[in-house]
């Protein structure tokens, strides 16, 4: 397994440029299935977890090609029986349930395992099938779902958390081509989820309400192959943005979609961190002293968990008692420990993490424990004095698209040390 070694207390400067993002690519990948048309997808990140969708893609019978960015899927033939090993090892996999068993009426898929994060029930999207008409039952570890025909219907997609956004990307997909009108109320705001409207859109379904928390869509027999550009990955340039903050540096982010970012924007200025736009680019320095600042996780546009990690780190450094509170999933502070092995002071109190930060983080041996308290190591990692070795960092490589040469072009001292 990879490592990361890196030398830090050197301020980023320079550009970097955003990728497109993984959490739109992944179901944007799977809708694909809707048709029997080619889909071509740009801007799709290079990553671990994007090629192993279209392994699961492969493995129902499409056809797919990945060069220089840009993704084709045909999927002419399919069949709607996925391969269970390599669905159960890839959260994001459930969103083929959707579209199987819009295209093909029957769909056996793998139950998504659950991950260090927190359980990760699928519940919602479960519910959400059956309320088109779809007949569900779980056995022997797979899903399997089938429908005489899916049926527009109102389905309230809320959880215990709030909303679901690949439940609703899940609905959504499936509801295009389901008879009559499906209103999905309490759906998931999130740019993810406006962007696989859009590219539905696209193929010609007829949706309404795009990046609000209720969804009309009246469906269609048919929907055709089209040409689509995967939205900037709003959590990479977040990562970006807190890393260069961390070390005090500055950076001019090319492609980001700044109105993606909600309440991160906002938290980076309370604690003392410049953000200016420069034509279409975002430039992020710090100069002065860190404040600390409470945050909470939260639905589109709060602020988002997954860059919950990397303010932490951020927050490392700020003078004084900050308090972050999760919301979302229940067990997402395995970064805690790691970074209170650089000298973190923090202590976790039930959802929240209480940071007393200002003191200087010294470089150690850490271990990365899933993809964003990964990125929050690297940026610990980045600020510390000293040596930080970020140990399996291929939690890293699912969801950053070469993060190393980014952070090198910065002026940053990573290297990748290869494992077996
Ligand atoms: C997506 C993102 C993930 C992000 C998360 C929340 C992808 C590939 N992953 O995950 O990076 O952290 O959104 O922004 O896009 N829940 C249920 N029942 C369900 C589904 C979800 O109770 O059927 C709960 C979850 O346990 C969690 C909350 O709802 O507490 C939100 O989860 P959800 O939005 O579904 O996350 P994902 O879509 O899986």
Do not use: W
Not at 294 to 303: K, M, N, S
């Amino acid at each position: 397994m990879d490592s990361f070694l890196i030398k830090g207390g050197i301020p980023l400067q320079g550009e970097v440029t955003i990728s497109g993002s993984k959490n739109a690519a992944l179901p944007l990948m799977a809708a694909a299935l809707l048709t029997a048309d080619t889909c071509t997808l740009r801007r799709v990140p290079d990553l671990s977890d994007t090629r192993f969708m279209l392994r699961i893609l492969e493995s129902l019978g499409a056809e797919t090609r990945f060069e220089n960015g840009t993704v084709t899927i045909r999927a002419a033939s399919l069949r709607g029986f996925g391969d269970y090993d390599l669905i159960r090892k890839m959260r994001g996999s459930i969103c083929i349930l959707g579209p199987l068993l819009a295209r093909l009426k029957e769909a056996t898929v793998s139950l998504p395992g659950g991950c260090i994060i927190g359980t990760r029930p699928i519940d919602l999207h479960l519910k959400g099938l059956a309320a088109l008409g779809g007949r569900i039952e779980i056995e022997g570890g797979y899903v399997k779902a089938k429908a005489k025909k899916l049926e527009g219907n109102t389905i309230f997609l809320g959880g215990r958390a709030g909303p679901t956004v690949l439940g609703t990307a899940n609905i959504l997909m499936a509801a295009a081509l389901a008879e009559g009108v499906t209103v999905i109320e309490s759906a998931a705001c999130e740019p993810e989820v406006t962007d696989v409207a859009h590219f539905l859109i696209g193929m010609g379904a007829k949706i309404q309400g795009l990046g609000s928390p209720t969804l009309t869509i009246t469906g269609v027999r048919e929907l055709h192959g089209t040409d689509h550009e995967v939205i900037p990955d709003r959590i990479e340039a977040c990562t970006f943005l807190c890393a260069a903050a961390a070390t005090k540096g500055d950076v001019l982010v090319h492609g980001a979609k700044p109105e993606h970012f909600g309440a991160v924007s906002d938290k980076l200025q309370e604690a003392g961190v410049q953000l200016k736009r420069e034509g279409a680019s975002l430039r992020v320095s710090r100069s002065g002293r860190l404040k600390p600042t409470d945050i909470t996780t939260l639905p589109y546009a709060g602020f988002p968990t997954d860059v919950q990690a990397q303010f932490i780190a951020l927050l490392c450094q700020a003078h004084g008692t900050s308090v972050v509170t999760e919301r979302i999933f229940e067990s997402r502070f395995m970064h805690v420990a790691e970074l209170m092995r650089m000298g973190a002071e923090i202590a976790i109190e039930g959802p929240s993490a209480i940071i007393k930060g200002g003191r200087p983080l010294s470089g150690a041996p850490v271990m990365a424990s899933d993809l964003r308290a990964s990125a929050a190591l690297v940026i610990a990692g980045l600020a510390a004095e000293g040596e930080t070795m970020v140990n399996r960092i291929y939690h890293l490589d699912r969801g950053y698209e070469r993060m190393e040469s980014k952070l090198q072009a910065l002026g940053a001292n990573i290297q990748r040390v290869e494992g077996e």
